[in-house]
């Protein structure tokens, strides 16, 4: 079990660093390779379409093909992607080479949300997974902050830009070698009709009897659906994108995408850009803007990790986003505002939104069922990562030509959107198996 937490919190970290290493060698890159605002758009939003196809193809493979395998597929793309970083070209050619790599790389996060957390989720007990899970968001967001201070420093040492970027390369080949040998996880294994093979994994790697029992509930589970399908005459649906749609499965599929889009489009956008965002208030200092956001963001997912088991998730997503929202609004109406006030709320928006973000990692493993719980996370990825790619490619158009002010409503209007969503559907899973919470919400 610490085994695999490890390999998982050192993929989330590896995931935040590939997404915040571009931000502080922005300059250099535009510099260098004579981009502009559109390309450099593309190459920053070129992660997040990866991770749009990555996340729902990761999905889908690993309901059928097991946890296992595609965890180490998986590391091994961003061994090769992190690599090809060292070699991109000069001139223009830079700008194509640049965006399909980080594709490639946005494609590898993709089926590290959609086969690392539902693993987890799979193998931690009942009242530690919301703590495990959160865990690994705090990961992401220490791998951010580390690489825009590691981004920072190497570039005011003069050092190359592609070797920054390449820095994510010893990571990925730490954690490729970490993760052989890792074991399969027994949900899977009970989907596929292999128990005993399931109770196997079960006692010699957790030592919960908690989980144990977990399990032995999700055998049950399968064998009363396999009876009931036989004696309809029709066979147990398989991991399928039209499952996610169907009526037992809809309002998780809803919720999860939905409340995922609206958490992290804001904050992407703001915060793949903050130094540029916050110099439009008059805020010039690159290490409160880059540091101080990412550390406000770190210290929100701590706070919702400690919080979570203890109080539940609800109480943790539905204020939070209405909190959230009246802070970019005031932030977007109040033109006149003071720069340090404008600081402040900046940085409490970056703490608030961590907080909720946090069980957009939680509720997707906790809702869908075994059979399609890796489609499930990797759809709801997915479409979050639509709102994260649009808002990071039309930040800098929009910042240009509608205005701060406005960018900041619109960025208010979508975490309302959340808010709302959440209000609704948001459901309460503290403490419950899997076996529990997928069975309660979705049917």
Not at 85 to 108: E, K, P, T, Y
Not at 264 to 276: G, K, Q, S
Not at 337 to 352: D, E, G, K, R
Request: hydrophobic share 55%; charged share 15%; proline share 4%.
């Amino acid at each position: 079990m610490a085994r695999l937490i490890a390999v998982l919190v050192g993929g989330m970290i590896l995931d935040g660093y590939i997404l915040g290493i571009l931000g502080p060698i922005t300059g250099l890159i535009r510099e260098d390779a004579r981009l502009d605002d559109f390309w450099i758009g593309a190459i920053a939003a070129a992660p997040l379409f990866g991770i749009f196809v990555g996340s729902p193809l990761a999905g889908w493979a690993t309901d059928k093909f097991g946890r296992k395998p595609m965890f180490i597929v998986d590391m091994g793309l961003f061994l090769v992607a992190s690599a090809l970083q060292f070699f991109v070209s000069s001139g223009d050619a830079a700008a194509v080479q640049l965006f399909a790599i980080r594709f490639l790389m946005g494609v590898a996060i993709g089926g590290e949300y959609a086969i690392g957390w539902p693993l987890m989720s799979e193998f931690a007990p009942p009242k530690l997974r919301g703590r495990l899970l959160g865990v690994t968001v705090v990961a992401w967001y220490v791998g951010f902050m580390i690489a825009f201070v590691v981004g920072t420093s190497m570039q005011q040492a003069g050092v190359p830009w592609r070797i920054i970027l390449g820095s994510s390369t010893l990571l990925a080949l730490v954690l490729f070698l970490a993760r052989l040998g890792l074991p399969e996880s027994p949900s899977w294994l009970i989907t596929k009709g292999r128990r005993d093979e399931a109770l196997v994994v079960a006692r010699r790697y957790i030592g919960s009897s908690e989980m144990h029992e977990s399990i032995t509930q999700e055998i049950d589970l399968r064998m009363i659906q396999e009876a009931r399908a036989a004696k309809e005459q029709r066979v147990l649906r398989s991991a399928s994108f039209g499952t996610l749609f169907s009526p037992g499965y809809w309002r998780a599929t809803l919720f999860t995408a939905g409340f995922w889009l609206c958490a992290v489009t804001p904050y992407f956008a703001i915060a793949t850009f903050a130094v540029e965002v916050l110099k439009k208030y008059g805020l010039d200092n690159e290490w409160v803007s880059g540091v101080g956001l990412s550390a406000l963001a770190a210290a929100g997912v701590v706070t919702s990790v400690l919080l979570v088991d203890k109080v539940g998730r609800r109480v943790l997503t539905v204020p939070t986003q209405w909190a959230a929202t009246v802070l970019l609004l005031v932030i977007g109406l109040w033109s006149g505002a003071p720069p340090a006030l404008v600081l402040t709320m900046f940085l409490a928006f970056s703490f608030i939104n961590a907080m909720y973000n946090t069980l957009t990692q939680i509720y997707p493993s906790e809702l869908f069922p075994s059979e399609v719980r890796g489609i499930g996370m990797g759809f709801a990825a997915a479409i979050s990562r639509i709102g994260a790619a649009l808002g990071t490619f039309a930040l800098p158009w929009s910042m240009t030509n509608l205005g701060a002010s406005t960018t900041m409503v619109i960025a208010a209007v979508i975490a309302l959107a959340g808010a709302l969503l959440s209000q609704w559907l948001a459901p309460e899973t503290k403490g419950k198996t899997l076996a529990e919470t997928a069975q309660g919400f979705s049917h």
